[in-house]
């Protein structure tokens, strides 16, 4: 074999192999959660603390994170989309790259978070929901969702 023949077979090697190594499949993760926010007081509530997690090739971590932050986001805007329905929707289950994810009632877990702070509990108060995620690079996002009123017979 002549030595133009063998350099240009290792190099063809070494670049399949370098291509395959950094086409390997990695994972990165993103926060997520619900942020209750009451527009008289600035006063701020946390529902709940997740994560979601994005596959990708190595050579692309920022692509795992944004699709962790839109697995996240996606989770809280079809659960508030379904919130009648009361149960977790299947894009906030392991299967849909989102872990951790604990509320079944959506609609129940904001009066109850609202009515512990005490918004709504003398007079109608309206909150805001947000949907925020945050992590490294890519992840930080924050979408209003909805506004919500609180009134007093929920919280009795």
Not at 62 to 67: D, T
């Given at each position: 074999?002549?030595?133009r023949?063998?350099?240009?077979?290792?190099?063809?090697?070494?670049i399949?192999?370098?291509?395959?190594?950094?086409?390997?499949?990695?994972?990165?993760?993103c926060?997520?959660?619900?942020e209750?926010?009451?527009?008289?007081?600035?006063?701020?509530?946390?529902?709940?603390?997740?994560?979601?997690k994005g596959?990708?090739g190595?050579?692309?971590?920022?692509?795992?994170?944004?699709?962790?932050?839109?697995a996240?986001?996606?989770?809280?805007?079809?659960?508030?989309?379904?919130?009648?329905?009361?149960k977790?929707?299947?894009?906030?289950?392991?299967?849909?790259?989102?872990?951790?994810?604990?509320?079944t009632?959506?609609?129940?877990?904001?009066?109850?978070?609202?009515?512990?702070?005490?918004?709504?509990?003398?007079?109608?108060?309206?909150?805001?929901?947000?949907?925020?995620?945050?992590?490294?690079?890519?992840c930080?996002?924050?979408?209003?969702?909805?506004?919500?009123?609180?009134?007093?017979?929920m919280?009795?």
């Open positions: 074999m002549n030595l023949r063998f350099s240009a077979i290792i190099s063809g090697l070494f399949a192999t370098t291509f395959t190594l950094d086409a390997a499949a990695i994972e990165r993760s926060n997520g959660k619900y209750i926010r009451n527009p008289n007081t600035g006063g701020k509530v946390t529902l709940e603390v997740f994560v979601a596959t990708c190595s050579v692309v971590p920022n692509r795992c994170r944004i699709r962790a932050k839109d996240a986001h996606k989770c809280m805007q079809i659960h508030w989309d379904t919130r009648w329905e009361r977790k929707p299947e894009h906030c289950q392991p299967g849909a790259r989102v872990h951790s994810y604990s509320i009632d959506l609609k129940r877990r904001i009066e109850e978070k609202a009515c512990a702070v005490g918004w709504g509990t003398r007079t109608k108060v309206t909150i805001k929901l947000f949907a925020i995620t945050s992590g490294k690079t890519k930080g996002s924050t979408k209003f969702i909805h506004n919500y009123e609180i009134l007093p017979k919280c009795k």
